[in-house]
T-cell receptor, first 116, second 109 residues
Framework: GAVVSQHPSRVICKSGTSVKIECRSL??????MFWYRQFPKQSLMLMAT?????????EQGVEKDKFLINHASLTLSTLTVTSAHPEDSSFYIC????????????FGPGTRLTVL | ELKVEQNPLFLSMQEGKNYTIYCNYS?????LYWYRQDPGKSLESLFV?????AVKQEGRLMASLDTKARLSTLHITAAVHDLSATYFC?????????FGAGTRLTVKP
């Protein structure tokens, strides 16, 4: 149980284009989903927290107009990187929190974004 | 601001040896998680520690939590090559989770 999927697993795009990453909780309802970014050999950095049906809360330094997050249902959150640039190249990981009573996060497999 | 400090950041050890990774954090929390990450992969949950004094063991790994000392440990017993990976601790802050920098473990024959 508690499986989270991400799509795509890997994407290469040209600078200036937009990329959408989907995060789905497959066997549980994720009341809250988190988006992280991980640069090579570094830890996970929280980008934003999204709750179903409400606006995402972004961490300091993360541009909300550049990283658009939509959490339209209890099983789907999307992250759109708008006007991507090479410095946005990173490993993006989402996670979902279920209804277990404590806040354990279940992580997706990640999406490797490369912006040329 | 919450700080989560892991040490060591890099650990090279021989097979068969024991070692402990430490995770210190700077604010009150009763819950802490340990994850493993292999290169190019996402996080794999190892342990969920939900209270002071919690101790959990799985194979050659054992994790403990001392909330009064704000310290968690991940002990490796008789290391094998398959344990080579990066290990992260993460502190539950109720509204979100904060990660340590990670410990990159290499187990050599």
């Amino acid at each position: 149980g508690a499986v989270v999927s991400q799509h795509p697993s890997r994407v290469i795009c040209k600078s200036g284009t937009s990329v959408k990453i989907e995060c789905r909780s497959l066997d549980f309802q994720a009341t809250t989903m988190f988006w992280y970014r991980q640069f090579p050999k570094q830890s996970l950095m929280l980008m934003a927290t999204s709750n179903e049906g409400s606006k995402a809360t972004y961490e300091q330094g993360v541009e909300k107009d550049k990283f658009l997050i939509n959490h339209a249902s209890l099983t789907l959150s999307t992250l759109t990187v708008t006007s991507a640039h090479p410095e946005d190249s990173s490993f993006y990981i989402c996670s979902g929190v279920g209804l277990s009573g404590y806040n354990e996060q279940f992580f997706g497999p990640g999406t490797r974004l490369t912006v040329l | 601001e919450l700080k989560v400090e892991q040490n060591p950041l890099f650990l090279s050890m021989q097979e068969g040896k024991n070692y402990t990774i430490y995770c210190n954090y700077s604010t009150t929390s009763d819950r802490l998680y340990w994850y493993r990450q292999d290169p190019g992969k996402s996080l794999e949950s190892l342990f969920v520690l939900l209270s002071n004094g919690a101790v959990k063991q799985e194979g050659r790994l054992m994790a403990s939590l001392d909330t009064k000392a704000r310290l968690s440990t991940l002990h490796i017993t008789a290391a094998v090559h398959d344990l080579s990976a990066t290990y992260f601790c993460a502190v539950d802050m109720m509204k979100d989770m904060r990660f340590g920098a990670g410990t990159r473990l290499t187990v050599k024959p």
